[in-house]
């Protein structure tokens, strides 16, 4: 497998992963169909083939025969059928994520064949990780969307099936029912239909919330990692009861309240000189998360080393802020809020009122380029460079290069 075919992979769009995935892998493990049960946002469960087509109950069974090399291949129950499968597990996750080929024959996979494919399940998903812990804006915005109608799909559903299976067990565990195997086996159908639904209901909580405390927590051990090797002291602060240790958050909140704590504390080690403590410590102050990290450096820090690691951009989807509260010679405070549910009154996006040509010089703008540079760049005239810098002033009603820059950072078209 070579390393441009899992280039080509994990630059595809979110809803290609899967399909690009099994097309990188058909030459080494030919397949007719290809599953995935992994901690994605956007859709944790993912299915790509023909019949017969696997249940989530089905891919979870998978788990406890692979082997510590993280591949397993044999026959297995897939939606009703037994198959032969390849399956690959990713430990760069937690929970693991699991890849399932269905195959049309039984010859066996070499092992090093079966390497190089966890190799590459390996890097899509570290891949999808890091767009979950760095809070990627558009990524936020497709989980955000994905999970609310998730949420009333499953309830819809839930609620539906429930009801009914509660109904046939209830009649069917009557004892003036006399046909003993039919009763049985109905029992034995609901129950099994029961499960499968709980199953469905409990993964994608798992993929959509999170206890505040045990969010902090994985803050913490990945700050722990950041200044393993540095002569600088983590004191943390996690929440306790009081705090709302026990809430429970929308991932997307716990990822991107992250995301900007560990952003924040980059910025404190490599914009100042001298910092030896950092504090870190967040709580729910009525709706909000509220995280506090805060230094004893030189308090020279500025909100320009918070724009260049992108927080503001990563914090507008969800309605969040972040303050500097800089004291020269005492030290430096980051303040976060992020809400925990939707503003009650989200903003429209600014930039859409740009046209193509305009969102590419804001961009140009927001990386500090000259007009000169701009032209160059798109192949334009100064001149019309000029022109388009006026209309996107007029048309964002800021009165600088400087504010417009500050909103394309904020609604990400510092990177388009």
Same mark, same amino acid.
């Given at each position: 497998m070579d390393l441009?075919?899992?280039v080509g992979v994990i630059q595809a769009p979110l809803g290609e992963t899967l399909p690009r995935l099994s097309e990188a892998l058909a030459e080494t493990i030919p397949h007719q169909a290809v599953a995935e049960l992994s901690n994605c946002s956007f859709a944790p469960f993912k299915f790509r083939g023909g019949a017969p087509g696997p249940t989530i109950a089905? $891919? /979870? /069974?998978?788990?406890? $025969?692979?082997?510590?090399?993280g591949t397993w291949q044999g026959r297995a129950v897939m939606g009703g059928v037994e198959v032969p499968v390849v399956v690959l597990v990713s430990d760069v996750s937690q929970p693991s994520a699991l890849l399932v080929l269905l195959r049309s024959e039984d010859t066996p996979v070499p092992e090093?064949?079966?390497?190089?494919?966890? /190799? $590459?399940w390996d890097l899509v998903t570290a891949h999808m990780e890091g767009l979950r812990n760095e809070a990627v804006p558009a990524t936020l915005a497709v989980s955000r969307a994905a999970a609310a109608a998730r949420a009333v799909a499953i309830s819809d559903l839930g609620d539906a099936f429930g009801a009914a299976l509660t109904a046939l067990l209830g009649v069917l565990r009557d004892r003036d029912v006399d046909d003993e195997y039919a009763r049985a086996r109905a029992v034995d159908l609901a129950v099994t239909a029961l499960i499968e639904l709980r199953s469905r209901a409990d993964l994608d909580r798992a993929q959509t919330e999170e206890r505040s405390g045990d969010a902090f927590e994985r803050l913490a051990e990945s700050l722990r990692r950041v200044l393993r090797g540095r002569d600088v002291r983590l004191d943390l602060g996690p929440p306790g009861a009081e705090e709302g240790a026990d809430r429970v958050l929308p991932t997307e909140v716990a990822?991107?309240?992250? /995301?900007v704590a560990r952003s924040a504390v980059h910025a404190m080690l490599d914009d100042q000189r001298g910092v030896r403590r950092v504090?870190?410590?967040?709580?729910?102050v009525g709706t909000a998360l509220k995280a506090t990290v805060r230094d004893d450096g030189p308090g020279t820090l500025s909100c320009g080393s918070l724009d260049t690691r992108r927080v503001a951009e990563r914090l507008g989807p969800l309605g969040g802020r972040a303050e500097v509260d800089a004291v020269p010679g005492w030290g430096s405070t980051v303040t976060i809020e992020v809400p925990i549910g939707p503003p009650?009154? +989200?903003?429209?996006? +600014?930039?859409?009122v740009l046209g193509a040509r305009e969102l590419e010089v804001l961009g140009q703008l927001a990386r500090g380029r000259r007009n000169r540079d701009i032209a160059g760049d798109l192949h334009i005239s100064e001149?019309? @460079?000029k022109f388009h810098v006026a209309k996107i002033l007029e048309?964002?009603? @800021?009165?600088?290069?400087?504010?417009a820059a500050a909103l394309a950072h904020e609604w990400g078209a510092a990177a388009r």
């Open positions: 441009q075919t899992a089905d $891919l /979870a /069974a998978l788990r406890p $025969l692979v082997s510590s090399k090093e064949l079966l390497t190089s494919a966890r /190799a $590459l990822f991107t309240a992250s /995301a504090h870190v410590a967040w709580k729910i009650e009154n +989200p903003r429209d996006d +600014p930039l859409t001149s019309t @460079v048309k964002l009603g @800021v009165g600088s290069r400087g504010e």
